[in-house]
C-alpha cells in the first residue's frame, strides 16, 4: 500500500519495475546478510557432516561417543593349520545344510542392506541380535563358514574409515550356531535350556537379590557360604549361563540388578576369597570379555580390592576369610594350624592374572605369583602338596593330600595358568606335570573290580575314597592330554577316561542315578557311599564336567548319553515346582529334599550339560578356558575377547 492508500504500479514506461526498487538501502543490507548466511550454512552442511567427509576420524569419534559397543573387532587371521582345515571342514559341510544357507543367506542380505545405508547396528540391542544370531561363539571361529559374512562386515568397517580397536572394542559376540547336526542332541540341549529358565524364574521370584534360593519352601536361602548379606551370588554366578544360551532378557534384568543394586561398601560379614574369586569375580569377567561392557570388569576390580587385605600375610599366602568393611581377615578355626587351604589359595591366579591384563594393574597379578614363588621354593613331602599351608612360618600343616575337597582346584588351575596364557607360562605346567607325576605314584589306585580312582593320603596312609569334586579331574587330565603330546600325553588320556568311568559307575550304582558326596573302595564296596554324611548330592557338577571334556576330545557318544543320564535323574529327583533341590540320599526311593538351590547348579551343572549338546565349536576349548566355576575366560594372543587395555 502506499502513503495515499492506493496500490503501487507494477508497471512505468512499459518496462518491468525493478524489484529493489521498493527496498530501503538498510533493508537490503538485510537481505543480503540473511542470504549470505544461508549459503554458508549450505556450504558448511555439504562438506563437513559425516557423510561427505572423506576421513573416517571424525566418523570414529562420533560413533565412540555415542556408544562403544558400537565398534566390532576384525575376525582373526587363521594362520594355525588346524585351524584352517576344520574351517574348510565346516564349509563343506555348511553347503549341504539348508538351515545353514538359508541363515547365511539372510545374514548375507542383511549384510548388503547395511551396505547400502552406511549404517552399523547397534550389538547391545537383545532382540535385534536375537533375530540374526543366536550363539555364544565369537566371530573369529565362527561355525559352518560364518566367517565369509563376517569378513564382509569387516569390510564395511573399513570402508566407512572406521578404526576398530583390537581386542579393546565393546561388543557382543555373535550368537549364532553351537547346535547339532543331529536332532535329537538339539532336543536334549532345548531340554537343558528350559531347565535353566525353571531355575533362574524361581530365583527371580522368591530370592531376588538374595543369596540362593531355598526351592521346596520358596524363600530365600541364608545359610549358603555368603550369609545372609543380600550379595545376589545366584545372579553374578548364572549371567553368562544366561548369555551363553541366549537368554537376552534375563541377561538384562541380571545386569540391571548389578549395575543399581550390587554394593559391597557395607558388607560387614567374613566371605570366603576363595568362593568370592570364583563366583563373582570369575562370572563377571566373563561378562567383560563377553560384551566388552566395563560394568563388569570395574565391578570385579572393586571386589578383588576388598579380598587384597587377605594377602597381607609374612608370606604373601593369603588367609581364607576377609571382612569387606573392616579389611581383617583369618583363616577357618578348624584348618590344621591355623592353616590356608591348597585349593584356595590355589585357586586365584586364572581371575587375578586376568584382572591385572584388563586394568593395567600389575598389583593382582603380583599377588598370585607370589604364592607361586612360595609353592617352588618350599619342600614337598614326596612331590606331593600337603592341603595346608601356614600362611605366618610358610610350612606345611597335616601331612593330608587330596585330589578332592582341600585340594582339587589346584591342580586345574596350573593347567589353565599355563593354558591362559597361550601356553607361554611354561613354570606352570612344568609343576602341573611333576605333580600329577607324584599323585600317579602315590595316590591312583585300583579296585578289585578294575575301577581307577584317586585316594586320600593322610601322613603315608591311605584313605581309599573319593570324592565328588576329585571326578573334575578326568575332564583336567584329558585336557592336559589333548594340549600338549608328549611323553606323557597318552597316560593322562587313559587315566581321564578310567576315572571318568569310574565316577558314572557311583553314579549308576544309586538307586536315583546320582552321586554320592563321597565314594569308597573298602570292606566290599566299589564307588559306594558307606557313611550317611556322604550320600547326600547337591546338585554338583563335576561328573557332568568330565562328561562334557572327554566328549569334546574323544567324541565319544557314551559321554552324552551318560550326561542325558543325569538330565532325566535331576528332573525326576531333585526338581520341584520352585526350582531344583538337592537330596540327601541318593540310594533311596524317595529321597528326601535338602531345599537348597546352590549357585552353582546354574553356573555349573546346566551350563556343562548345554555345552555337552553344543556343536564342538561353541565356545571352543581352542579359545576359551574355564575357571573352576565353569566361567569362561579367553586364552591370551589367541581370542580377541582377551580386551586389554587399548594402548
Not at 181 to 196: A, I, W
Not at 251 to 263: G, R, V
Not at 315 to 324: D, E, M, Q, R, Y
Not at 562 to 569: F, H, K, L, R
Request: hydrophobic residues 35%; negative net charge.
Amino acid at each position: 500500500m502506499s502513503a495515499t492508500g492506493g496500490m503501487l504500479p507494477m508497471y512505468y514506461s512499459n518496462k518491468p519495475v525493478s524489484f529493489w526498487r521498493f527496498f530501503r538501502s538498510k533493508e537490503k543490507i538485510v537481505i543480503f546478510f540473511v542470504f549470505l548466511t544461508f549459503c554458508m550454512v549450505c556450504f558448511g552442511t555439504f562438506f563437513y557432516l559425516p557423510e561427505f567427509r572423506g576421513s573416517g576420524g571424525r566418523v570414529y569419534d562420533q560413533i565412540k561417543r555415542a556408544g562403544p559397543d558400537l565398534l566390532i573387532p576384525p575376525p582373526l587371521q587363521m594362520e594355525d593349520s588346524r585351524e584352517t582345515q576344520r574351517f574348510i571342514r565346516h564349509e563343506e559341510d555348511a553347503r549341504d545344510d539348508p538351515h545353514i544357507l538359508d541363515d547365511r543367506e539372510k545374514l548375507k542380505a542383511k549384510i548388503d542392506e547395511d551396505r547400502e545405508l552406511k549404517v552399523l547396528e547397534r550389538p547391545d540391542q537383545a532382540d535385534q541380535v536375537a533375530k540374526r544370531s543366536s550363539t555364544g561363539n565369537p566371530p573369529l571361529n565362527a561355525p559352518d563358514g560364518l566367517n565369509e559374512p563376517m569378513n564382509q562386515i569387516d569390510e564395511i568397517v573399513r570402508a566407512s574409515g572406521i578404526t576398530v580397536p583390537p581386542a579393546a572394542a565393546n561388543h557382543y559376540p555373535l550368537r549364532q550356531g553351537g547346535e547339532d547336526r543331529e536332532e535329537s542332541v538339539r532336543e536334549k540341549r532345548d531340554k537343558v535350556k528350559e531347565m535353566m529358565k525353571h531355575a533362574w524364574d524361581s530365583y527371580v521370584k522368591y530370592a531376588w537379590g538374595k543369596n540362593e534360593l531355598k526351592p521346596v519352601s520358596k524363600k530365600e536361602h541364608t545359610g549358603s557360604i555368603f550369609g545372609s548379606q543380600p550379595l545376589g551370588a545366584s545372579i553374578l554366578d548364572s549371567m553368562d549361563t544366561l548369555y551363553m544360551m541366549g537368554m537376552h532378557d534375563e541377561f538384562k534384568q541380571a545386569k540391571d540388578w548389578i549395575s543399581t543394586e550390587f554394593h559391597i561398601d557395607n558388607v560387614v560379614a567374613d566371605v570366603s576369597v576363595f568362593e568370592t574369586n570364583i563366583r563373582f569375580i570369575g562370572g563377571l569377567l566373563t561378562c567383560y570379555a563377553l560384551t566388552g561392557e566395563v560394568l563388569f570388569r570395574d565391578k570385579a576390580q572393586q571386589i578383588a580390592d576388598k579380598l587384597l587385605p587377605a594377602f597381607n600375610t609374612p608370606t604373601g599366602i593369603p588367609n581364607a576369610l576377609v571382612n569387606f568393611k573392616s579389611g581383617s581377615s583369618k583363616n577357618y578355626g578348624w584348618a590344621s594350624g591355623s592353616s590356608s587351604i591348597l585349593s584356595e589359595f590355589g585357586t586365584l591366579h586364572l581371575e587375578f592374572s586376568y584382572l591385572s591384563d584388563m586394568t593395567g594393574k600389575s598389583i593382582y597379578r603380583n599377588k598370585v605369583n607370589k604364592i607361586r614363588q612360595v609353592l617352588n621354593t618350599i619342600e614337598k613331602p614326596n612331590g606331593l602338596y600337603p592341603n595346608y599351608l601356614n600362611p605366618r612360618s610358610g610350612k606345611w600343616g597335616q601331612h593330608h593330600m587330596s585330589m578332592g575337597a582341600l585340594g582339587d582346584s589346584f591342580y586345574e588351575y596350573l593347567l589353565k595358568a599355563w593354558l591362559q596364557s597361550g601356553k607361554q607360562d611354561n613354570e606352570a605346567r612344568q609343576m602341573f606335570d611333576e605333580s600329577m607325576d607324584a599323585a600317579f605314584r602315590y595316590m591312583l589306585h585300583e579296585s578289585p573290580a578294575g575301577l581307577t580312582y584317586f585316594a586320600d593320603l593322610k601322613f603315608e596312609r591311605l584313605e581309599h575314597k573319593m570324592d565328588h569334586l576329585a571326578c573334575f579331574s578326568g575332564g583336567m587330565l584329558a585336557l592336559a592330554s589333548r594340549t600338549l603330546k608328549n611323553d606323557r600325553a597318552s597316560k593322562y588320556m587313559d587315566v581321564a577316561k578310567k576315572i571318568t568311568n569310574t565316577c558314572h559307575e557311583s553314579y549308576v550304582k544309586t538307586h536315583t542315578k546320582l552321586g554320592p558326596e563321597a565314594f569308597r573302595f573298602s570292606e566290599g564296596a566299589e564307588a559306594r557311599a558307606l557313611k550317611s554324611s556322604e550320600k547326600y548330592y547337591i546338585l554338583r557338577p563335576e561328573t557332568i564336567e568330565s562328561y562334557f571334556y572327554l566328549y569334546r576330545l574323544t567324541k565319544d557318544e557314551k559321554y552324552r548319553d551318560w550326561g542325558w543320564e543325569a538330565v532325566q535323574a535331576l528332573e525326576k529327583h531333585c526338581r520341584v515346582p520352585g526350582g531344583y533341590t538337592g537330596i540327601k540320599n541318593v540310594y533311596s526311593e524317595d529321597p528326601q529334599q535338602d531345599d537348597v538351590q546352590q549357585s552353582f547348579f546354574l553356573a555349573e551343572t546346566l551350563k556343562y550339560l548345554y555345552l555337552l549338546f553344543s556343536d564342538e565349536d561353541f565356545y571352543s576349548l581352542d579359545q576359551w578356558v574355564y575357571n573352576t566355576e565353569a566361567h569362561p575366560l579367553p586364552i591370551k594372543g589367541v581370542n580377541p575377547f582377551y580386551r586389554e587395555p587399548a594402548a
